[in-house]
């Protein structure tokens, strides 16, 4: 269980984020809506650790855990960005098998068996061997969602999934998340799109922007 | 006439390419890595490195390197340090190719996106692994084509270690042409280069395709 009590973030001397307080349980899938401004992606990244939060506390299974510090080494919290930042120079496969080798978290081997499974499991088996550049945007994103489960991350963050892609992607999306959600799979999805929230979220936490 | 006196020449030529060959190859081993070094150094936090490294930068780029090699040579004897003729060449061409390779990896370095690291951040790797499996390889992809510049013009420049007495082609070159009064010696020397040149443009093509099978 996550938890955030009154988490609040200044960026070049503006507000931005003002006492935010949530709880995502295990197996949950919360999803994050306002409007464009409101602080939504700041706020995921803070919960990522690519950036600390000023005031505030965020508790991991009732323990303290600051994502800045914490999850850049331990990795409990996966990230699937907007722009997917899958890695150009590598395969599709190589992309997912990267991190648990260097991190050692697997075998050489071991990765590569668990990355041809993981992109098995998402239908890309036929794009393993491919580049980033050869997919379209619905096979980056599911890349991106293979390359972040690779580390086994407890929970799973998406900063606006179906931005990126054609608006009739949006309910593989969906679908996409469901079926992680039915392994038990904690998300936290970022959104501005109410109907895809809709379609996934069991909880759903407005976020309004500041004066 | 022209046959026969070639192939006499030929000995000393090859002599000097060798010395050409020598200043070439482990300048470029010696300041591809100290450049790289250097570029993640003028990218430091820490300013005083920043700045120590900008001056680097600004005196051997603002400086011609022929005055440098003299200098090496012949001035840091001042002050009882003391080369050898081809430990100064080497010395000078080092550090100042090393800085044309440093700010043509800075360059490189800057263009790789942000995102990209934050991306490997979430994936956890540290910092080393993070510059060697994703920055590197996009940096190297980048810089090639500049890299090369640099390379076919240190091969020419090599032929300024003339100056503190070393013996490289053109020198062998000019001793030929002013023993002989004649213009012979000069166009095998430049035929000599040629080759050279064309042999590097060739690897460095085959270095650009290398990492081309991405976008």
């Given amino acids: 269980m996550l938890t955030l009590t009154n988490i609040s973030k200044q960026i070049d001397q503006r507000q931005i984020l003002k006492a935010v307080s949530l709880t995502v349980k295990d197996g949950e899938t919360l999803c994050i809506v306002g409007p464009s401004g409101a602080g939504k992606t700041t706020l995921l990244r803070i919960i990522t650790g690519l950036i600390d939060y ?29 722009d997917f930042r899958l890695f150009p120079h590598l395969t599709t496969l190589e992309n997912v098998m990267l991190a648990p080798k260097l991190t050692g978290l697997l075998s050489a081997d071991e990765a590569r068996q668990q990355a041809t499974e993981l992109l098995t499991q998402l ?83 407005h976020l309004a922007p500041l004066q | 006439m022209s046959w026969q006196y070639f192939t006499g020449i030929f000995p000393a030529l090859l002599s000097g390419t060798s010395m050409t060959l020598s200043i070439f190859g482990l300048t470029l081993l010696l300041a591809l890595p100290l450049g790289l070094l250097v570029s993640v150094g003028l990218r430091s936090h820490f300013k005083p490195l920043r700045a120590l490294l900008d001056f680097y930068v600004w005196v051997m780029r603002g400086t011609p390197l022929l005055l440098q090699l003299i200098f090496v040579f012949y001035g840091l004897p001042l002050i ?52 060697m499996h994703i920055i590197l390889p996009q940096v190297n992809k980048k810089v090639i084509p500049a890299i090369g510049n640099e390379v076919i013009n240190l091969v020419k420049d090599s032929s300024l270690v003339y100056v503190i007495g070393l013996g490289d082609l053109l020198r062998a070159g000019n001793i030929a042409m002013a023993r002989d009064v004649t213009l012979l010696p000069l166009l095998a020397v430049a035929a000599i280069y040629l080759v050279l040149t064309a042999v590097l443009t060739w690897l460095l093509r085959r270095a650009e395709r290398h990492y081309a099978y991405y976008e």
């Fill in chain 1, 54 to 82: 000023d005031q505030g506390q965020i508790q991991l299974n009732q323990r303290e855990f600051r994502p800045s510090r914490d999850n850049l080494q331990q990795g409990v919290i996966g990230g699937v960005f907007q």
């Fill in chain 1, 123 to 205: 239908g890309l088996e036929q794009q393993a061997q491919q580049y980033t550049f050869q997919l379209s945007g619905g096979q980056k994103q599911r890349v991106s969602i293979a390359r972040a489960l690779a580390l086994k991350p407890q929970i799973l963050c998406y900063d606006e999934p179906t931005s990126a892609l054609d608006p009739n992607l949006r309910d593989s999306v969906s679908q996409l998340l469901l079926q992680l959600k039915q392994t038990g799979m904690t998300q936290i999805v970022v959104t501005h799109d109410l109907t895809f929230a809709e379609q996934i979220a069991a909880q759903t936490y």
């Fill in chain 2, 80 to 131: 009882h340090l003391v080369l050898e003729r081809y430990s100064a060449a080497l010395f000078a061409f080092v550090l100042n190719y090393a800085t044309y390779f440093a700010e043509i990896f800075r360059g490189g370095l800057q263009s790789v996106d942000q995102g990209q690291i934050e991306a490997a951040q979430m994936l956890k790797l540290k910092p080393k692994q993070i510059f």
